[in-house]
């Protein structure tokens, strides 16, 4: 279970303190209301508290006495107790603690069998990012991968790299075989980075395919004199089972040996190396298998998983497959509960017996863009793209598993690099995984309009600083605005700049509330309690 921490009681029990946790279940629809212990009815806190007092009396034993005078400490005093807590099992189970009896160990360590399988697994597996992506729709033109994430400039690839790099120094240097899947835009800057900053760093490539656009008029390939190039688009990452096998890569990757093939994007910073996963799939029967997450309001417009009456087998849905008509029951996340995070793990004898009967055949999506993305005024065209996800319909045996929200992290707005850049998240050492910050409970909602849209605009808007969001839990910017220094977000915000001119909000703590900074100054009214999924 995922929760929310709102609180904690201290339990006096005999010479110790039981803490008594308030938590809030994520999943629970009732629970969107309930960020902290003011969201609970004192009567209810205080009933909870009276039945934590008297239980044991029904064994006629006395009534529990409670520290703090019985007061309920608020969310970051819980949170500090929970990282404590979390802390001193970590000592115990790492064997950094000491039993007081014997000196030694207090944690017998799982069976080394336990390793050696998980090892003998990543031997066999080989990690794909998806990297043909040059991020247009924020107004890139180059890899979306060497987008810097924080003030250090670090890049998303310098953290894919760390993260593969902890897994070879944990289960040796020849034990995880990586490969980018580049694109024609995307191959030679990614090699130039590599060879300039992780010179030493062991990689393959695979190159995505490439076909033309189409006019959407003529229905003909699109022709762009002022620059060739933009007349041809990759397939979409749905390409990747054809550039296996086109190349003789996946043959080559079975008489290596490898078995098992676990792939994402390169945006997602969530999605690193899981042995624990790794074991679960490659012990399945099944030959493919989905991460999914439980869909909120904000996942609306994404991919989710259904069920075809048909053939009773899971299927993926995206919304370019979806018409206009149904886009209400599209978008029902009660209904469609989860959706695909497209980190896939999938058996490569599996997709050779596909091909090899050619039934690997993805349904193709439109997407309607103009052939030059910065430039909206270029001709109408239609691009052809398949997903990967989608052949969850096509193995025989294929399955979906709930993972926690920390597995996917993506980064395809600017208002996921500013959370990215803010003090939410921090890179734990050991193994180079992105992990919230001590005492934040969850990633903020952010959601920021158009004028926001383009990195230029993202970098400009925090030139002078990224604004604190780790108390937040949801910001909404509608118009353009420059944050100042020691801008710090607490709870629920709203800015808001109706006259179209470009203002800095001042530093300072902004603690729910509703700001309007239209006319160059400022007026502070108490934040909403909820707002409306279009404001989202």
């Known amino acids: 279970m995922k929760v929310r921490i709102l609180g904690t009681l201290a339990l006096v029990d005999g010479d110790e303190t039981d803490w008594k946790v308030f938590v809030a279940d994520v999943d629970d629809r009732e629970s969107d209301d309930i ?157 130039e980075y590599l060879l300039a900053n992780h010179n030493s760093f062991v990689w393959d490539e695979l190159m995505q395919n490439e076909v033309p656009k189409v006019d959407a008029a003529t229905k003909q390939p699109a022709e762009w004199p002022l620059n060739p190039e933009m007349e041809w688009c990759p397939p979409g990452h749905g390409d990747l089972y054809m550039a296996l096998a086109a190349n003789g890569k996946l043959d080559q990757l079975l008489a290596d040996g490898y078995e098992y093939m676990f792939v994402s994007n390169s945006d997602n910073l969530g999605a690193v190396m899981d042995p624990g996963i790794l074991s679960r799939f490659a012990d399945s029967e099944h030959g493919f298998m989905m991460e999914v997450c439980n869909r909120t309001a904000m996942d609306k417009k994404g991919g989710h998983l259904a069920v075809d009456a048909a053939t009773n087998k899971l299927l993926l849905r995206e919304v370019a497959q979806c018409h206009t008509k149904d886009m209400p029951y599209f978008e029902n996340y009660v209904k469609h509960r989860y959706f695909n995070t497209n980190n896939l793990w999938i058996k490569l004898n599996d997709i050779k017996k596909l091909l090899d009967a050619d039934q690997l055949k993805l349904p193709v999506m439109v997407n309607h863009k103009t052939v030059d993305p910065k430039d909206k005024r270029s001709t109408r065209v239609e691009q052809l793209e398949v997903a990967m996800g989608a052949a969850i319909s096509l193995f025989p045996t294929s399955t979906a598993v709930e993972v926690n929200r920390l597995r996917f992290i993506p980064v395809k ?118 707002f409306s999924h279009d404001e989202l």
């Not at 979390?86 to 336990?114: M, V």
């Open 35 to 191: 960020w902290s212990m003011q969201d609970i009815p004192g009567s209810r806190v205080g009933e909870i508290r009276d039945w934590f007092r008297l239980y044991k009396t029904a064994e006629g034993k006395g009534e529990n006495r409670f520290a703090m005078d019985g007061r309920v400490a608020g969310q970051k005093f819980a949170t500090d107790v929970v990282m404590e807590t979390h802390q001193a099992w970590w000592r115990l189970r790492s064997g950094k603690a000491r039993c007081e009896f014997s000196g030694g160990e207090c944690w017998q360590s799982e069976a080394p069998s336990i390793h050696q399988h998980h090892s003998s697994l990543i031997h066999k597996t080989v990690m794909v990012k998806l990297n043909g992506g040059l991020g247009t729709s924020m107004g890139l033109d180059g890899p979306k991968s060497l987008l810097e994430m924080d003030s250090h400039g670090t890049t998303f690839l310098d953290l894919i790299v760390g993260q593969v790099e902890a897994v070879r120094a944990q289960y040796g240097e020849d034990s995880l075989k990586f490969l980018l899947m580049n694109s024609f835009a995307t191959s030679d800057a990614t090699k």
């Open 413 to 530: 707005k600017c208002q996921d690099l500013l959370v990215l850049r803010s003090d939410v998240y921090r890179i734990r050492a050991a193994d180079h995984h992105l992990e919230l910050m001590p005492g934040v409970e969850a990633a903020p909602v952010v959601s920021l309009d158009d004028n926001f849209k383009l990195m230029s605009q993202c970098d400009a808007s925090m030139a002078v600083g990224v604004p604190s969001l780790r108390n937040c839990t949801l910001l909404v910017i509608n118009g353009p605005v420059k944050f100042g220094p020691a801008v710090k977000f607490l709870g629920k915000v709203k800015v808001v700049n109706r006259d179209g001119k470009t203002h800095t909000l001042p530093f300072g703590e902004y603690t729910n509330k509703l700001i309007d900074m239209t006319g160059g100054g400022f007026a502070n009214g108490p934040g909403p309690k909820k």
